[in-house]
């Protein structure tokens, strides 16, 4: 067990939907990143926040957004799904601001039909 | 940019004999190197990091990775597999220490190791 929380564990939704995943890092972590992997992509960073603010962006569409709150768990926000969106999205946190470790959950698995 | 190249998408042994899963990485800084293993439906576990200290790398399980920068290259071994170690294995790099990118995590493509008994 890594100490970091995603809910939910799985999503189904239709397209056009808009979902919410959650992430808690573990205790004392400021960073949290969120990476999506598929099966035609492999495994992808997101997005990147430390200390609420956002650090890096990588290839994270106009429809996903991402937010970290003042307790420092996180949200990725999916909007406008479409079929291809479905993966499995990993959410990761760290001490600091890069280069250390990352600590992964265990995914949430959306599938969008 | 960093770049991950692994060189073999499957890798088939026997249980007991030596695991060889080969990595190249591509980066215009001194990089942190990671291998991390995904088993059957769960998260990414950290096998083991290279930091610039020392080039060979012991892990978790019995794995080691040897950090070669002539040959660019960051290769897993293990002396004996087990049949646990069914898996799949990424060798990451890290983004450019001091940039913004840091936490930016660059995986590759992945090789499913399986052993047989």
């Known amino acids: 067990d890594s100490g970091v929380t995603q809910t939910p564990k799985h999503l189904i939704t239709a397209t056009g939907q808009r979902v919410t995943l959650r992430c808690s890092p573990r205790s004392g972590d400021l960073s949290v990143y969120w990476y999506q992997q598929s099966l035609d992509q492999g495994l992808q960073f997101l997005i990147q926040y430390y200390n609420g603010e956002e650090r890096a962006k990588g290839n994270i569409l106009e429809r996903f957004s991402a937010q970290q709150f003042p307790d420092l768990h996180s949200e990725l926000n999916l909007s406008s799904l479409e079929l291809g969106d479905s993966a499995l999205y990993f959410c990761a946190s760290s001490v600091a601001a890069g280069g250390e470790t990352q600590y992964f959950g265990p995914g949430t698995r959306l599938l969008v039909l | 940019a960093q770049s991950v190249t692994q060189l073999d998408s499957h890798v088939s042994v026997s249980e007991g004999t030596p695991v060889l899963l080969r990595c190249n990485y591509s980066s215009s800084y001194s990089p942190s190197l990671f291998w991390y293993v995904q088993h059957p439906n769960k998260g990414l576990q950290l096998l083991l990091k290279?930091?610039?200290?020392?080039?060979l790398v012991k892990g978790i399980n019995g794995f080691e990775a040897e950090f070669k920068k002539s040959e660019t290259s960051f290769h897993l071994t293990k002396p004996s597999a087990h049949m646990s170690d069914a898996a799949e294995y990424f060798c990451v790099v890290s983004g450019n220490a001091g940039g913004t990118s840091y936490g930016k995590l660059t995986f590759g493509q992945g090789t499913i190791l399986t052993v047989h008994p």
């Open positions: 290279y930091t610039s200290a020392a080039t």
